[in-house]
């Protein structure tokens, strides 16, 4: 048998030429049965070598007793065997040449520790052989491109034949290929292929996210992530994606911290590891959804149609009650459907009195009797505004079906503009629906995932934009702190290193005698604020260790007392330690947190703070470090942005002090490298005469020598 000496091109594993499959059948409820049925069905043009000891022959094809009895290595062999006999089936494929083998069987490393062993050892044995896995507990791949259905999914059943296009799918969920499957056929989405690739044991998301990449006919990329082996190769990728044209939308799984609890530190929960992929997403152009459904669908409509100009879209329908809700629902998403320019409402004014040329367009709104050329001429009137990027059309029960459905084909063949055919009909529509089918558009059903459609051409336009090239230059005047502290920093300790970044802090002495807090009063000068410092707390105020507004040496003797008492309530035999603080003029007050999530580097989260940080979760996020710029962009995303910029008359305050300053910071988290776990202002109040940390804690690993 040849031994395989260079290791399969990843073109070579999404379009094999051979395919073995080991536990080959012809019964189609065996695994082995429905996998070969689909292969022959669905018209894969490459050799397919069955492998069953107990057959001469299946569905006329020739059986091999061994993978070591084929006549020539294969590109590809499918392995659905028990676990006990995984290493020695591996082993063989290797010997025997093979280019990649798809591993189905499953409850390795997903399962137990026993599992994962045994998984190391099977990528052990395919780098010896140069071969590559894909999976294991993984349900294969659907490639139309290739006319390969190397799937058990009984869904492959219900589809004649595979749609041909430009979406591909790449999933960590197997059951979930097959289902999107099925809406990608109902659908109209042409694909250039699936892939499960199961625990990533071998070749990973990012090997096929690359491949798919590199296919000429792929034209928007679909991701199911749980978790990425890669984030820095991912960005890179998705990067690529971007440069070469193509569109990348990814659902992840953890959205949620269900179940999570605020503990030492509020940057840590708000900065999590789907908040740091959500800002890789974001800095890189990819398109985030929450449904995977919805994803597929997007995809289809986007791969079939140009890229538009813009996302402002022109809506036609046949309802005046759809049209309003459409109204409210496009304004409530933040979606743009504008008033029509004045070439279209002329346009429209031979059929439409004034009040009815709306957008969207209720095409029963029109004069005189009805004839098909009224149909006809709006559509076009508002395809072609010069002002919309997108046109959509939305088809409820009406008159003229058909012919409108056929003008609506050739707009959308014409390739002027993307066209987002909605056929909201139920099984009413079922003959339209097969006309859309046999002509190629796709199509949604539902007015629901036509705003889901405009939401990713938005978001996808606006990803192009905030796509980040590279990372800031660091500001000239700032060293490199040298930090040797370590565990838990008290707010004075905190507030050493904010100085060192240059951001203002409140003037202060921290003193254990009410003798040195009168003495530190008068430095500070009255008014001042007492805190009293002890590690590892948090929420000072719910403690009653802060005391503020204090105006006479009267108030800061029994403000000192106060305190003083809560510091052994809090941690009782602690050392009485208090800050006597300058009182900072009012302001608005911000979060700024620093933490390090591992594969995805330092993150900054800057948001709503003071005590309400947690109720209101007004936060955002972006990988460290930043410019003003950026800081500013962020602080604008925030819904207490009108309160930063002098709403309802105020006067603005000095956002340019506070930009200027949070983006200094933010040099900390890449300083801090591995040592950082996080760091927090809260609060960070911005005045009118400036931007101050009032209050800082961190958590710092103990440094590499």
């Given at each position: 048998m040849t031994k395989r000496t260079n290791t399969i091109a990843m073109s070579r594993v999404i379009s094999p030429k051979s395919i073995a499959l080991i536990g080959a059948s012809a019964d189609y409820a065996k695994f082995g049965g429905r996998i070969l049925h689909h292969l022959i069905d669905h018209g894969f043009g490459g050799k397919i070598y069955p492998i069953n000891p107990k057959r001469e022959s299946l569905l006329g094809l020739t059986c091999y007793k061994s993978i070591t009895d084929l006549p020539e290595p294969s590109d590809m062999a499918l392995v659905a065997v028990p676990a006990t006999l995984l290493e020695e089936t591996v082993e063989a494929c290797g010997t025997a040449g093979v280019g990649v083998c798809v591993i189905i069987t499953a409850q390795l490393g997903e399962f137990s520790a026993e599992g994962a062993a045994l998984e190391e050892r099977i990528v052990a044995i395919a780098r010896h052989h140069k071969m590559r896995l894909v999976g294991p507990n993984c349900m294969g791949m659907i490639v139309p491109q290739a006319n390969i259905a190397l799937s058990s999914t009984p869904t492959l059943r219900h589809a004649a034949t595979l749609r041909k296009g430009g979406v591909a799918f790449i999933s960590q969920s197997g059951a979930m290929m097959g289902t999107l499957f099925l809406q990608a056929h109902d659908h109209g989405v042409g694909l250039s292929g699936m892939v499960s690739i199961g625990n990533q044991a071998d070749l990973e998301l990012c090997d096929f996210l690359e491949a798919f990449i590199d296919e000429k006919k792929t034209r928007v990329i679909c991701l199911y992530i749980e978790g990425l082996?890669?984030?820095?190769?991912?960005?890179?990728?998705?990067?690529?994606?971007?440069?070469?044209?193509?569109?990348?939308?990814?659902?992840?799984?953890?959205?949620?911290?269900?179940?999570?609890?605020?503990?030492?530190?509020?940057?840590?929960?708000?900065?999590?590891?789907?908040?740091?992929?959500?800002?890789?997403?974001?800095?890189?152009?990819?398109?985030?959804?929450?449904?995977?459904?919805?994803?597929?669908?997007?995809?289809?409509?986007?791969?079939?149609?140009?890229?538009?100009?813009?996302?402002?879209?022109?809506?036609?329908?046949?309802?005046?009650?759809?049209?309003?809700?459409?109204?409210?629902?496009?304004?409530?998403?933040?979606?743009?459907?504008?008033?029509?320019?004045?070439?279209?409402?002329?346009?429209?004014?031979?059929?439409?009195?004034?009040?009815?040329?709306?957008?969207?367009?209720?095409?029963?709104?029109?004069?005189?009797?009805?004839?098909?050329?009224?149909?006809?001429?709006?559509?076009?009137?508002?395809?072609?505004?010069?002002?919309?990027?997108?046109?959509?059309?939305?088809?409820?029960?009406?008159?003229?079906?058909?012919?409108?459905?056929?003008?609506?084909?050739?707009?959308?063949?014409?390739?002027?503009?993307?066209?987002?055919?909605?056929?909201?009909?139920?099984?009413?529509?079922?003959?339209?629906?097969?006309?859309?089918?046999?002509?190629?558009?796709?199509?949604?059903?539902?007015?629901?995932?036509?705003?889901?459609?405009?939401?990713?051409?938005?978001?996808?336009?606006?990803?192009?934009?905030?796509?980040?090239?590279?990372?800031?230059?660091?500001?000239?005047d700032l060293d490199t702190p040298q930090v040797t502290a370590s565990g838990f920093l008290t707010e004075p300790q905190a507030k050493v290193l904010l100085s060192a970044y240059g951001v203002s802090v409140p003037v202060a002495k921290l003193t254990t005698t009410v003798e040195e807090a009168t003495v530190a009063a008068k430095d500070c000068g009255y008014p001042v604020v007492l805190k009293g410092v002890v590690p590892d707390v948090v929420h000072k105020s719910d403690l009653g260790l802060v005391k503020v507004g204090i105006k006479t040496e009267q108030a800061l003797h029994a403000a000192f007392a106060e305190v003083a008492q809560a510091i052994g309530h809090a941690a009782s035999g602690a050392q009485t330690q208090i800050d006597v603080q300058q009182m900072i003029a009012p302001g608005i007050e911000l979060i700024v947190g620093m933490t390090n999530e591992p594969g995805y580097g330092p993150q900054l989260v800057l948001g709503a703070g003071g005590i309400h940080v947690e109720l209101l979760h007004d936060v955002v996020q972006r990988r460290a470090p930043v410019t003003p710029e950026d800081v500013r962009m962020m602080l604008e995303s925030l819904r207490l942005w009108p309160l930063l910029s002098g709403a309802r008359g105020q006067a603005p305050l000095a956002i340019n002090a506070a930009c200027e300053a949070i983006a200094r910071l933010s040099w900390l988290g890449p300083d801090l490298g591995e040592q950082l776990r996080d760091f927090e202002v809260n609060p960070f109040r911005i005045t009118e005469t400036g931007a101050y940390a009032l209050d800082g804690r961190g958590t710092l690993e103990t440094p590499t020598p």
């Open positions: 082996k890669s984030p820095a190769r991912f960005r890179e990728l998705c990067l690529k994606a971007r440069a070469a044209g193509k569109s990348v939308l990814a659902v992840k799984a953890g959205r949620t911290e269900a179940g999570s609890h605020l503990a030492k530190s509020h940057t840590a929960s708000l900065a999590g590891s789907f908040s740091a992929f959500e800002t890789l997403c974001l800095e890189v152009g990819v398109v985030l959804l929450d449904d995977p459904d919805a994803m597929i669908l997007c995809a289809g409509v986007m791969s079939a149609n140009p890229r538009p100009a813009c996302a402002n879209v022109g809506i036609i329908c046949a309802s005046g009650g759809g049209a309003a809700i459409m109204a409210d629902q496009l304004a409530m998403r933040d979606l743009r459907a504008d008033v029509f320019s004045d070439d279209t409402r002329q346009r429209l004014k031979q059929d439409y009195p004034a009040s009815h040329q709306n957008n969207p367009l209720d095409l029963g709104g029109h004069k005189g009797g009805l004839e098909f050329g009224i149909f006809e001429r709006a559509i076009n009137a508002v395809h072609q505004d010069t002002s919309t990027g997108v046109t959509a059309y939305v088809m409820t029960p009406q008159p003229m079906m058909m012919q409108t459905l056929d003008h609506a084909i050739g707009i959308w063949q014409r390739q002027e503009k993307p066209f987002v055919l909605v056929l909201n009909l139920s099984r009413f529509g079922d003959e339209l629906r097969d006309r859309a089918l046999e002509a190629g558009i796709p199509f949604v059903t539902r007015t629901d995932d036509l705003y889901r459609v405009l939401q990713v051409y938005r978001d996808d336009l606006a990803g192009a934009s905030a796509i980040r090239q590279r990372d800031p230059a660091r500001p000239a």
